[in-house]
């Protein structure tokens, strides 16, 4: 099992990675809410236990980045606010649960077990097409059983035109739903991506599901 602390405050920080080490864990520590997203994007826990109140990006923001792509690992947010409003926040945004700091560790364990038990899947979290399967929560994708190894904004761009399959997507909109910008028309990144992401999708496979439309954009689905 292994789990991620986010948290600036060094003390506390090697308490929880010295007790849940202890417990059987295997833990990664960030001290800032950049690195922390940084590794909660690129490798697989279980959990995320993530302060509030973190230098620059604080834990709210986090959150809020994770699930904007798509990322479902649970998190536990620690904080020292107990203001109920902080609390509706947080699970507004798509905390797990709430941790009041000061707090025994043995609650810490408690509800992260209850956590764990529940799993990551608050929704389905599977999209499947074809021999084509994405699993969201745990931002794996594998075709024909054979795993895919994407980058974030692969990822995010498959998910994308896998929860709209059959549905032709323009440039324009992958550009704003994938890389939150607005799009200009020299720009070749949805391009770039799209063949990066062909590469591995579709050319190791017979039957190809990302088309091109020409002149409008690109559809995945199935076709005969
Ligand atoms: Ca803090």
Redesign the pocket.
């Known amino acids: 099992m292994k789990i991620l602390i986010v948290?600036?405050?060094r003390k506390t920080a090697a308490y929880l990675k010295r007790g849940l080490e202890e417990n059987g864990f295997v833990v990664d520590v960030a001290d800032t809410g950049e690195d922390g997203s940084h590794l909660a994007e690129t490798r697989q826990y279980e959990l995320i236990i993530l302060?509030v109140?973190?230098p620059g990006r604080d834990g709210w923001s986090v959150v809020t980045g994770l699930r904007r792509r798509r990322i479902e690992t649970p998190v536990l947010f620690l904080t020292a606010r107990d203001a109920i409003r902080d609390r509706v926040k947080g699970l507004e945004l798509g905390a797990d649960d709430y941790l009041v700091k000061p707090f025994a560790f043995s609650e810490l364990l408690a509800r992260m077990r209850s956590i764990l038990r529940r799993g990551p899947a608050r929704q389905s979290t599977q999209l499947r097409l074809a021999d084509l399967e994405v699993d969201l929560g745990r931002h794996r994708a594998q075709r024909a059983g054979r795993a895919l190894e994407l980058t974030p904004k692969e990822f995010q761009l498959l998910c994308l035109l896998l929860q709209r399959s059959g549905e032709v997507l323009s440039r324009t909109l992958i550009a704003e739903q994938v890389w939150d910008i607005n799009f200009e028309s020299d720009s070749n990144v949805v391009e770039v991506h799209v063949r990066r992401l062909r590469a591995k999708v579709d050319d190791p496979f017979e039957a190809k599901l990302i088309h091109t439309v020409r002149g409008v954009g690109y559809v995945l689905e199935k076709r005969p």
Request: no cysteine; proline share 0%; aromatic share 0%.
């Open positions: 948290e600036d405050e302060d109140l973190l």
